[in-house]
């Protein structure tokens, strides 16, 4: 089953994707929120290209585990976006995710500046992983 990730940001959604056994996600790309929620030719390319059967959005919960107000707007951003596709819409725990993507640019190279297009495809891909490794237990 291919999963789609989605690490909704204010201005920026990171895409990841799993591979069609459903057990390895990559990143695919960083869109403008807007374009994604507003289902703009872009986003449609996406899910053409990879034809997903479900949809994983981030959730945003507090160190304590919490919904935060942040939780709630991503949410109901997910659940426009899922809508807007015609696929099942499931969360997965995205704390510190941004965080390790960070860090994994950094060990590759990366400074502040040219990860800053890339954190958020890199976090999905790393939530979508650990959902998909969750699965396949």
Excluded at 18 to 40: C, F, N, T, Y
Aim: net charge negative.
């Amino acid at each position: 089953m291919r999963v789609l990730a989605l690490d909704i940001g204010d201005a920026r959604i990171g895409i990841a994707a799993s591979d069609m056994s459903g057990s390895i996600a990559s990143p695919v790309k960083v869109l403008p929120a807007q374009e994604v929620l507003a289902h703009a030719r872009s986003f449609r390319m996406v899910l053409e290209d990879y034809e997903p059967e479900l949809l994983l959005c981030g959730r945003p919960r507090t160190m304590a585990g919490e919904d935060g107000p942040q939780a709630r707007k991503v949410m109901a951003q997910a659940q426009q976006i899922a809508q807007s596709c015609g696929l099942p819409l499931e969360f997965a725990d995205e704390r510190l995710s941004s965080q390790e993507a960070k860090r994994i640019l950094r060990e590759e190279g990366y400074n502040e500046r040219s990860m800053r297009g890339r954190v958020d495809m890199v976090a999905a891909s790393l939530f979508l992983q650990s959902w998909l490794d969750a699965k396949g237990e």
